[in-house]
């Protein structure tokens, strides 16, 4: 069956950076658009970033300039580069992968930006 698995989350101060990664099976990897969400404690999950399957990208405003997509096909993986971080991104990162109506979810990867 289809999973998504996160993974490269941690605790880190203001300012400093995180790397995710997000490790796809069971599904042919390239056909999918790839998404990153957050979800913050008491708040609904949101959008962050997406990149399509022919490497086309966009970006929520809160990220843009910070946070960097990608995707290698060949390992079936989409990372997020986050630079810069503050405060408000502490939140629940979740892989997400979508195809027509089809789309899955990952289980999560925790960032807590803290000093």
Not at 69 to 89: G, P
Not at 91 to 106: E, F, T
């Amino acid at each position: 069956q289809v999973q998504l698995v996160e993974s490269g989350g941690g605790l880190v101060q203001p300012g400093g950076s995180l790397r995710l990664s997000c490790a796809a099976s069971g599904m042919i990897f390239s056909i999918y658009a790839m998404g990153w969400y957050r979800q913050a404690p008491g708040k609904e999950r949101e959008f962050i970033a997406r990149i399509t399957r022919s490497g086309s990208t966009n970006y929520a405003d809160p990220v843009k300039g910070r946070f960097t997509i990608s995707r290698d096909n060949a390992k079936n993986t989409v990372n997020l580069q986050m630079n810069s971080l503050k405060f408000e991104d502490t939140a629940v990162y979740y892989c997400n992968a979508i195809y027509g109506r089809v789309d899955y979810w990952g289980q999560g990867t925790q960032v807590t930006v803290s000093s």
